[in-house]
């Protein structure tokens, strides 16, 4: 069966989500200012030939709703994905989450123990404090962030795909063909997501949530770790400029029964820059 997309209503939101395939369920979560479609875009096809796969897009990001009366966050992105989960009838999947969309992850399978079968982390947050970009704080500061984020919309409709690809592989730590990686498709639709409306306004909604202080408390999961009771799998790229390796180590350790699998020459993005070894190392782990 093809990859296919389409539209679902949970309540009062209408979700975007990617799907296709047969087999045992695999459910991919993606990260900050990504979707579904844009995120898993080199694995979803070659997961889909041993099983259903499912990407739905957050809500703010994608094509999903972007409603202003959300309180973004960890909380509110596990909440939807769990009631995603319900209308597919999903349960005991294998959940897959990168980023943002694996710290989500880790709260479904904490929260919602009973969705989740087994977990792949892919240089997700929520294992230790994460390098802060230059770019970040002012994210966090009214009027200052919706400022960078006019900037970066109009750079991206203006600016030439390079540049484009070069300043973005200097924030993510992206080597090999960038024109492969970050190709004229892919910033096509990372120009469609950024001039949607309510896109903004979702994404800073989301970064001030992650930035607070109290949520900077409760975001490292480390202590809570022993607690998962699902064979887990990390996958990491090596030369993440933002989750250091030594996370995912650490990490390794405090997990009873986990594995580790590094990518080399791979940024935050192992998915997209090595597609060819996430794949391996994510259906080996699901045959499993």
């Known amino acids: 069966m093809a990859i296919r997309d389409g ?3 949970l309540g009062n939101l209408t979700i975007h989500h990617t ?3 047969s087999g045992s369920p695999v459910l991919f979560i993606h990260g ?3 979707s579904g479609y844009i995120e898993w875009r080199f694995n979803l096809v070659r997961t889909s ?3 259903r796969v499912y990407a739905p897009d957050l809500p703010g990001y994608g094509r999903s709703d972007k409603p ?3 309180r973004y966050g960890i909380p509110y992105f596990a909440k939807t994905i769990d009631r995603y989960m319900q209308n597919r009838h999903l349960r005991g999947a294998a959940v897959v989450g990168t980023s943002m969309g ?3 992850a880790l709260e479904l399978a904490l929260r919602y123990p009973e969705r989740v079968g087994k977990l792949v982390l892919v240089n997700s947050l929520g294992l230790g404090r994460p390098r802060i970009q230059p770019y970040y704080p002012v994210m966090l500061l009214p009027r200052l962030g919706e400022s960078l984020l006019h900037g970066l919309r109009h750079g991206l ?5 390079h540049l484009i690809r070069r300043v973005s592989a200097r924030f993510t730590g992206a080597t090999g063909d960038l024109e492969k990686t970050m190709s004229d498709e892919y910033l096509d639709h990372l120009r469609e997501m950024y001039e949607a409306e309510g896109y903004t306004d979702a994404y800073l909604a989301t970064v001030r949530s992650l930035g607070s202080p109290r949520s900077l408390i409760g975001m490292d999961v480390s202590r809570r770790l022993d607690h998962l009771e699902v064979p887990v799998l990390l996958i990491w790229g090596a030369n993440d400029p933002l989750f250091p390796l030594e996370q995912a180590r650490r990490a390794l350790d405090l997990i009873p029964g986990s594995r580790l699998a590094v990518i080399e020459g791979a940024g935050h993005t192992p998915q997209a820059e090595r597609p060819e070894e996430f794949n391996k190392q994510l259906a ?3 045959r499993r």
Do not use: D, Q, T
């Open 49 to 51: 030939r041993n099983h």
């Open 102 to 104: 694996g710290r989500i």
């Open 19 to 21: 799907y296709g395939g």
């Open 68 to 70: 202003r009366a959300a």
């Open 32 to 34: 900050l200012g990504s």
């Open 7 to 9: 539209y679902l209503k």
């Open 284 to 286: 080996a782990f699901l």
């Open 157 to 161: 409709r203006l600016a030439p795909s």
